[in-house]
């Protein structure tokens, strides 16, 4: 089955700075990866996802690149603030035919701190 | 994107009493659902996947009769967690699709004393 694997862990930034999210996978199938968001006590929140016919995507200050051939794919944060501080989780799964709902494989998640 | 309505949000039980967990789509009808675990720092785990009108498929280790689920409608879906024990005790979230896309809950914190 698949597994997704997350680093780093944690990661600690300056306000302003840039954060990236790594994350690879296993399964060679899978096609979509979404990020998201998740605050303390609260449940996860999509920020951006990316299907496996594109190698990038933008909205704003967040973008996610995918290397298929690899099988990674990352999150980039630009001019972070403290409200981007929280879990982030990257997902990964097997759209079926039609955009069949399966299954979505979690990573492991990292703790984002944006320190003022 | 969509709202997925999910009640109640924070719940105390005893020990040895069951506990119900409603999970709506508000503004979208979803066949399907999914229902999560998560221990506190870790990440969301599957524990079963909810289909409207037929039974839920459950995730290898995740016993159906103490995780009872129920999908009586394109909105709604149910965990039942009976027999609570301490061990319960965890963050459960729900998810429905919608246009390919997996929309969350708020997340359930179950207490099991």
């Known amino acids: 089955g698949e597994n997704v694997e997350q680093h780093p862990s944690t990661l600690s930034v300056q306000e302003g700075d840039s954060a990236v999210i790594k994350c690879t996978y296993s399964?060679?199938?899978?096609?979509?990866f979404p990020w998201y968001k998740q605050e303390l006590g609260k449940g996860p929140q999509l920020i951006i996802d990316?299907?496996?016919?594109?190698g990038e995507k933008k909205d704003q200050r967040i973008a996610v690149t995918l290397n298929k051939t690899a099988k990674h794919f990352s999150l980039h944060i630009t001019e972070t603030q403290p409200e981007d501080s929280a879990v982030y989780f990257c997902?990964?799964?097997?759209?079926?035919?039609?955009?069949?709902?399966?299954?979505?494989?979690f990573g492991t998640g990292t703790l984002l701190a944006v320190q003022p | 994107g969509a709202v997925v309505s999910q009640h109640p949000s924070r719940v105390i039980c005893k020990s040895g009493t069951s506990v119900k967990i409603e999970c709506r789509s508000l503004?979208?009808?979803?066949?399907?659902m999914f229902w999560y675990r998560q221990f506190p720092k870790q990440s969301l785990m599957l524990m079963a996947t909810?289909?409207?009108?037929?039974?839920?498929?459950?995730e290898q280790g995740v016993e159906k009769d103490k995780f009872l689920i129920n999908h009586a409608s394109l909105t709604l879906s149910t965990l039942t967690v009976t027999s609570a024990h301490p061990e319960d005790s965890s963050f459960y979230i729900c998810?429905?699709?919608?246009?390919?896309?997996?929309?969350f809950g708020q997340g359930t914190r179950l207490t099991v004393v």
């Open positions: 998810s429905a699709p919608l246009q390919a896309r997996a929309f």
């Open positions: 399964d060679s199938a899978s096609n979509y």
């Open positions: 990316i299907r496996s016919n594109v």
């Open positions: 997902a990964a799964s097997n759209r079926g035919i039609g955009g069949a709902t399966n299954k979505l494989i």
């Open positions: 503004d979208f009808q979803a066949t399907t």
């Open positions: 909810s289909n409207e009108g037929s039974k839920a498929t459950y």
